[in-house]
């Protein structure tokens, strides 16, 4: 079985401020897709980025950055420099290779304070 | 729009009703999905289909629930005799392909209310 914990339900922060959105896994699989995904007030997911088990690389997107660390099974979302429009809930989700199935984490409610 | 459409938006009705909601995909992908949100929670997984047929349809709670999708483009989620435990967001998502990249668009989603 599969799951993904984001012990973090709410955060506020002020606007500007760098702000970290943690992602821990469970998985006996070696092989895995991990995702994240932002949900605004309209209540449409919204797609942010995949990262392959095998691929380790951090990445970074403008004012987004993700750091995957598979020793300790965390996927960790940091937004830069956070804007108003950046509040919304964030979801963290799992899926095995060879299954159409997201496992979702409870989300993480983020508040950017103008 | 190009983007997933769910009707209806908002279905308040009462326990032991039938419902169904509606999924519009995105036009030409071949892969749709059911996710459920309760309040608070994250997204669980109902059902998944390729082209017209149920390709994994695991999270349907029980046989109260079913969808289909006759013609492989718009899926309709029917829930019979409708129980309080049933409100939730009823989220419909689209993928090209068999959706191996897992990227999902997804609809704004239809409420369920269940009185």
């Known amino acids: 079985a599969q799951k993904v914990t984001q012990a973090q339900t709410e955060i506020s922060v002020v606007e500007k401020e760098d702000v970290t959105l943690d992602c821990v896994y469970e998985t006996r699989d070696t092989t895995y897709y991990l995702f994240w995904y932002k949900q605004p007030p309209s209540g449409e997911l919204v797609f942010l980025i995949r990262?392959?088990?095998?691929?380790?690389q951090n990445e970074i997107s403008g004012r987004y950055s993700w750091n995957f660390q598979k020793s300790t099974s965390s996927f960790n979302f940091t937004i830069t420099a956070s804007q108003v429009v950046d509040s919304a809930v964030y979801f963290c989700a799992l899926r095995m290779t060879g299954s159409y199935q997201l496992t979702f984490g409870k989300g993480t409610k983020l508040s950017v304070i103008p | 729009g190009a983007g997933v459409s769910q009707t209806p938006s908002n279905k308040v009705t009462e326990k032991g009703k039938y419902v169904e909601l509606r999924c519009d995909p995105i036009?030409?992908?071949?892969?749709l999905y059911w996710y459920r949100q309760s309040l608070g929670q994250g997204p669980e997984f109902l059902i998944y289909f390729q082209g017209t047929g149920a390709a994994d349809d695991s999270g349907l709670p029980n046989d109260r629930f079913f969808a289909v999708r006759p013609e492989g483009s718009v899926s309709t989620l029917k829930i019979q005799r409708t129980e309080r435990g049933d409100s939730a967001v009823y989220l419909c998502?689209?993928?090209?392909?068999?959706?191996?990249?897992?990227?999902?668009?997804f609809g704004e989603g239809s409420r369920l209310t269940v009185l």
């Open positions: 990262r392959n088990s095998f691929d380790e």
């Open positions: 998502a689209s993928s090209s392909g068999q959706g191996s990249t897992g990227e999902l668009f």
């Open positions: 036009s030409g992908h071949t892969a």
